[in-house]
T-cell receptor
Framework: GAVVSQHPSRVICKSGTSVKIECRSL??????MFWYRQFPKQSLMLMAT?????????EQGVEKDKFLINHASLTLSTLTVTSAHPEDSSFYIC??????????????FGPGTRLTVL | GEDVEQSLFLSVREGDSSVINCTYT??????LYWYKQEPGAGLQLLTY?????DMKQDQRLTVLLNKKDKHLSLRIADTQTGDSAIYFC??????????????FGDGTTLTVKP
C-alpha cells in the first residue's frame, strides 16, 4: 500500500500559461502533502506543506501567488503554476504522509512531473 | 534547522560493495531515511533507522549510525548495475508540529560499472 500518483508525468506549455499538477494518494488518506521542486542533479527543495482543508504553508522564497496549492480532500492536492515562465521549468515531486501510526511522518513520493515552459 | 550533507558522487564496479555517507547536524532527529531516485522518477524509500539503533540490515542494505559523530552510512553489498541511481539521506525532526517535514541531503550519484 501507500501509493502516490502524479498527473501529468510530463507537460510542455507556452510561457504565460498556467499548468495544474495533481497529486493523489491512491490507497490511503493523506493528512499532509508536500510539494518539492528538483533541478537537474540537485536535491529536493521543499516548496510547501499542505494539510487537507487548510491553507498551504510555503517555504521562504516560494511565491504563493505563483504556485497555488489546493488540498481539497484527503487524497488529492493540486499545484498550479500560474503564468509559467521558462525559469519555472523543473521536475516537481509531491509526497504524502498518513499522519498516524508509528511512522506517522513517513513520506510516500509520487513519480514526479516534468514541466517544460517554452 | 537540520543540515544534511552527502558526498556527491560514487563509482564502483559491479559486485563490489558501495558505501554512501551522510552527516547531519540535528542530533535530535529521531528517524533517518535513505531514498533511491532513478532517472526521471520519484523517490523510493529504501530503508530507515531509528536514532536509538546503531545498525540495521535489510538484505543487501546495511545502515550504520554513529550518533556521536552524527554520521550515517548506507552500504550496498554486491552492487549491481540496477543500483545506479541517486541516493538521498533525510532526517526527520522529533517535533510533532513539524511532523513529516524533513531535510534532504544533496544526493549521492552512484554509478556502477560492469
Amino acid at each position: 500500500g501507500a501509493v502516490v500518483s502524479q498527473h501529468p508525468s510530463r507537460v510542455i506549455c507556452k510561457s504565460g500559461t498556467s499548468v495544474k499538477i495533481e497529486c493523489r494518494s491512491l490507497d490511503f488518506q493523506a493528512t499532509t502533502m508536500f510539494w518539492y521542486r528538483q533541478f537537474p542533479k540537485q536535491s529536493l527543495m521543499l516548496m510547501a506543506t499542505s494539510n487537507e482543508g487548510s491553507k498551504a504553508t510555503y517555504e521562504q522564497g516560494v511565491e504563493k501567488d505563483k504556485f497555488l496549492i489546493n488540498h481539497a480532500s484527503l487524497t488529492l492536492s493540486t499545484l498550479t503554476v500560474t503564468s509559467a515562465h521558462p525559469e519555472d521549468s523543473s521536475f516537481y515531486i509531491c509526497s504524502a504522509s498518513k499522519g498516524q501510526g508509528a511512522l506517522f511522518h513517513e513520506q510516500f513520493f509520487g513519480p514526479g512531473t516534468r514541466l517544460t515552459v517554452l | 534547522g537540520e543540515d544534511v550533507e552527502q558526498s556527491l558522487f560514487l563509482s564502483v564496479r559491479e559486485g563490489d560493495s558501495s558505501v554512501i555517507n551522510c552527516t547531519y547536524t540535528d542530533s535530535s532527529s529521531t528517524y533517518l531515511y535513505w531514498y533511491k531516485q532513478e532517472p526521471g522518477a520519484g523517490l523510493q524509500l529504501l530503508t530507515y533507522i531509528f536514532s536509538n539503533m546503531d545498525m540495521k540490515q535489510d538484505q543487501r542494505l546495511t545502515v550504520l549510525l554513529n550518533k556521536k559523530d552524527k554520521h550515517l552510512s548506507l552500504r550496498i553489498a554486491d552492487t549491481q548495475t540496477g543500483d545506479s541511481a541517486i541516493y538521498f539521506c533525510a532526517g526527520y525532526p522529533t517535533d510533532n508540529t513539524n511532523a513529516g517535514k524533513s531535510t534532504f541531503g544533496d544526493g549521492t550519484t552512484l554509478t556502477v560499472k560492469p
